[in-house]
């Protein structure tokens, strides 16, 4: 952790921003262009929503406790003891089944340049937050890790964060998909997950520990997370399509 620092305001970066979403499209597993991406774009948005965390009484406890969640997502025993079904368990066979590591996105992050998201500050620490809750969201909100459902995570993450960012990577991937001709509703999948992110419950400001207890369905059900429908429409081969384009 470096350390206290008094952040100073970032600067929009848009073409930094266009030539990291080529790169992204050009290779989905480049996780890192992701992070250009939301730095290059982030402006006010990660002060706007600290401050909305501030403003509720559950996302002021979380705001205060500064529980870092990769430290505890890393934790697979700590995973292993919440019950079959709960949201933990569905995060853990998440996980397993890919291979992921909560370190690993953490490491992505920290290879942009420019980026003080290990601060000491509080901004940087909600910052931590948003990245290391991406798994968790999947998990809610039903989408898996290929182009199409991660394009759909982003979108359904615009507006619960208002980071222009992951609009402008959703609209990206959209349009790929357009150009790709599937037959399939892939552009509509991705607005569908925008719609839901706006009709969710705010995600950011929840207690993940508590949360992760909760059986999956009931807690979908309580945070207004409606199945993706028109995701699950595109067959699985059909999610990667723009991959293979060119």
Same mark, same amino acid.
């Given at each position: 952790?470096?350390?206290?620092?008094?952040?100073?305001?970032?600067?929009?970066?848009?073409?930094?921003?266009?030539?990291?979403?080529?790169?992204?499209?050009?290779?989905?597993?480049?996780?890192?262009?992701?992070?250009?991406?939301?730095?290059?774009?982030?402006?006010?948005?990660?002060?706007?929503?600290?401050?909305?965390?501030?403003?509720?009484?559950?996302?002021?406890?979380?705001?205060?406790?500064?529980?870092?969640?990769?430290?505890?997502?890393?934790?697979?025993?700590?995973?292993?003891?919440?019950?079959?079904?709960?949201? !933990?368990?569905?995060?853990?066979?998440?996980?397993?089944?890919?291979?992921?590591?909560?370190?690993?996105?953490?490491?992505?992050?920290?290879?942009?340049?420019?980026?003080?998201?290990?601060?000491?500050?509080?901004?940087?620490?909600?910052?931590?937050?948003?990245?290391?809750?991406?798994?968790?969201?999947?998990?809610?909100?039903?989408?898996?890790?290929?182009?199409?459902?991660?394009?759909?995570?982003?979108?359904?993450?615009?507006?619960?964060?208002?980071?222009?960012?992951?609009?402008?990577?959703?609209?990206?991937?959209?349009?790929?998909?357009?150009?790709?001709?599937?037959?399939?509703?892939?552009?509509?999948?991705?607005?569908?997950?925008?719609?839901?992110?706006?009709?969710?419950?705010?995600?950011? !400001?929840?207690?993940?520990?508590?949360?992760?207890?909760?059986?999956?369905?009931?807690?979908?059900?309580?945070?207004?997370?409606?199945?993706?429908?028109?995701?699950?429409?595109?067959?699985?081969?059909?999610?990667?399509?723009? !991959?293979?384009?060119?």
């Amino acid at each position: 952790m470096s350390p206290p620092t008094r952040l100073k305001p970032r600067r929009v970066q848009p073409v930094r921003a266009w030539r990291a979403l080529r790169r992204l499209i050009a290779d989905k597993e480049d996780t890192t262009q992701v992070f250009e991406i939301m730095n290059a774009l982030a402006g006010g948005s990660v002060r706007r929503g600290y401050q909305q965390m501030l403003d509720q009484a559950d996302g002021g406890r979380q705001a205060f406790l500064m529980t870092e969640l990769a430290d505890r997502l890393q934790d697979k025993d700590w995973l292993r003891a919440f019950p079959e079904g709960s949201v !933990g368990r569905a995060y853990l066979a998440f996980i397993e089944e890919r291979n992921f590591s909560a370190y690993g996105l953490a490491d992505e992050s920290r290879k942009v340049a420019d980026t003080d998201i290990e601060a000491a500050h509080p901004h940087a620490w909600y910052a931590r937050r948003l990245r290391d809750v991406h798994d968790i969201w999947h998990v809610l909100t039903g989408y898996r890790t290929d182009a199409l459902g991660e394009a759909c995570v982003v979108a359904f993450s615009l507006p619960q964060t208002r980071s222009p960012g992951f609009g402008v990577i959703a609209a990206g991937v959209a349009v790929e998909f357009v150009r790709a001709k599937t037959g399939y509703p892939c552009a509509r999948a991705i607005l569908q997950a925008w719609v839901r992110g706006r009709r969710a419950a705010w995600l950011p !400001g929840l207690d993940y520990e508590a949360l992760f207890a909760e059986p999956l369905d009931s807690a979908r059900a309580r945070l207004n997370l409606t199945a993706p429908t028109v995701y699950e429409r595109v067959p699985v081969e059909a999610r990667n399509a723009y !991959g293979r384009m060119g």
